[in-house]
């Protein structure tokens, strides 16, 4: 046809270009990741075409018969990933997934505690600027200023004095792990729903080397494209269906299960119809992370970050909380008289990608901040090991006390784009 015949040049040599940054560069953002040859050919492909409003056997389009088998399949993969009971795979994000959320289980004007954006939490957890902020009534719980680390009795006392009607844990800067069982008891004793937000380590959460949410909290929501290395997505879990103990009533008034609360809030509540290339490409990941491999991957993963963090500290870097259980790690640049903001920018004259990001008590504005943020699994994807770290964290020192000589910046570049080239990266 007319329109098919239009052959756009423009953006597949954007997209060539984009690909030959990925290739060469190393790439340290912790929310990022690398997806096989068949998540993005699943993400590429007619199921685009398709308008599947509803959910499996119960659609308002006809023609959904194909669909309705890869969304439930996506649904069994993720239930038997996570040891879930229930899962909706429609989200068209991470914060589609918190939006949906909220809209089930809160009204305007009710009370949320979440993890403080300054210290590491996500904008959905309540920020001024988001809907979770506008719409709800946000407290906030942070970092000790001394360890870095979230002081539970604290979180208690904050929720014994807000009563808030919804708990948020998890984040995207925050590199320890979770006591959820503590977070139950204290969400039990003032009433509140527990939701814990999942995305960053939800792939290290799936292979069991962190605290399982599951087990404690009434809600999990994730995104699927940071360790759990699928497409750009969001889910919404639970293990058990916890028959609505808030007495939460659907827009009709009506008593309903949770799940249903929760489906009905995806769509029709915050969405239209879902993105059926994506859902496809969700289960093709989780079929991925459901092999043994997979494992392999999130303790690499791991020993990884663990491995790099460890060589900041011995290079006089002020790792926030001491190092990592995770895939990530916070540095506070002040010490080395450096802002996140010179630091990104740097760096990336290395062909090193890592983002900005304020650490706890951060003095400067989020423009600039005072600390940057890394991590592992997409270099993991590439293949890169505990010696590779080290090699890595050397450049980024390098390259850092040498941030107003672009000669050195240029021939630290070379030697990474060499480096790179020798790990493989499916194009497109
Ligand atoms: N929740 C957390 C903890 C995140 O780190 C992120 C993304 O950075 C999100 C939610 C939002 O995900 P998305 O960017 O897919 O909306």
Not at 48 to 53: D, L, R
Request: aromatic letters at 8%; glycine letters at 8%.
């Amino acid at each position: 046809t007319a329109t098919h015949s239009y052959k756009d040049t423009t953006i597949f040599n954007l997209i060539e270009q984009e690909y030959k940054r990925q290739l060469h560069g190393i790439e340290l953002i912790a929310s990022e990741n690398f997806v096989s040859e068949q998540v993005m050919r699943a993400m590429g492909s007619v199921l685009t075409n398709k308008y599947a409003e509803g959910l499996p056997k119960k659609r308002y389009y006809g023609g959904c018969e194909v669909v309705d088998e890869i969304e439930q399949i996506a649904i069994d993969r993720v239930k038997e990933l996570f040891g879930a009971v229930w899962a909706n795979v429609q989200p068209h994000s991470g914060a589609q997934a918190n939006a949906a959320v909220m809209l089930a289980v809160l009204k305007p004007g009710d009370k949320i505690l979440g993890f403080d954006l300054s210290h590491g939490g996500h904008l959905t957890h309540g920020s001024p600027v988001n809907f979770s902020g506008k719409l709800y009534q946000p407290s906030f719980y942070g970092v000790e200023p001394e360890t870095g680390l979230i002081n539970w009795d604290k979180v208690e006392e904050i929720a014994m004095r807000e009563k808030p009607k919804l708990i948020i844990c998890g984040a995207s800067a925050y590199s320890r792990d979770w006591d959820y069982a503590r977070l139950r008891a204290i969400a039990d004793q003032v009433g509140a729903l527990l939701m814990a937000d999942i995305s960053h380590p939800s792939g290290l959460i799936a292979k069991k080397l962190l605290n399982d949410p599951l087990e404690y909290c009434h809600i999990i929501t994730t995104t699927t494209h940071k360790t759990l290395r699928g497409p750009r997505g969001g889910l919404i879990m639970m293990r058990k269906d916890f028959e609505n103990p808030f007495g939460l009533k659907n827009p009709k008034g009506e008593l309903r299960m949770m799940s249903e609360l929760l489906d009905s809030a995806v769509f029709p509540g915050t969405q239209g119809g879902p993105l059926e290339h994506v859902i496809a490409a969700k289960a093709v990941a989780f079929g991925e992370a459901l092999e043994p491999s997979f494992a392999e991957y999130a303790q690499q993963v791991r020993k990884n970050a663990q491995t790099m963090a460890q060589e900041f500290i011995r290079r006089g870097y002020k790792v926030i909380s001491g190092g990592t259980d995770n895939h990530l790690m916070l540095i506070d640049l002040r010490s080395k008289n450096l802002t996140g903001k010179l630091a990104q920018e740097t760096l990336i004259k290395a062909d090193i990608t890592i983002n900005k990001n304020a650490v706890p008590f951060d003095d400067k504005s989020p423009f600039v901040t005072s600390g940057m943020r890394l991590g592992t699994p997409a270099i993991t994807t590439r293949g890169l090991k505990e010696n590779d770290m080290l090699q890595i964290v050397e450049w980024i020192d390098e390259a850092l006390q040498n941030h107003d000589n672009d000669t050195k910046l240029n021939q630290i570049r070379e030697k990474i784009n060499l480096q790179m080239q020798k790990y493989p990266l499916f194009a497109y």
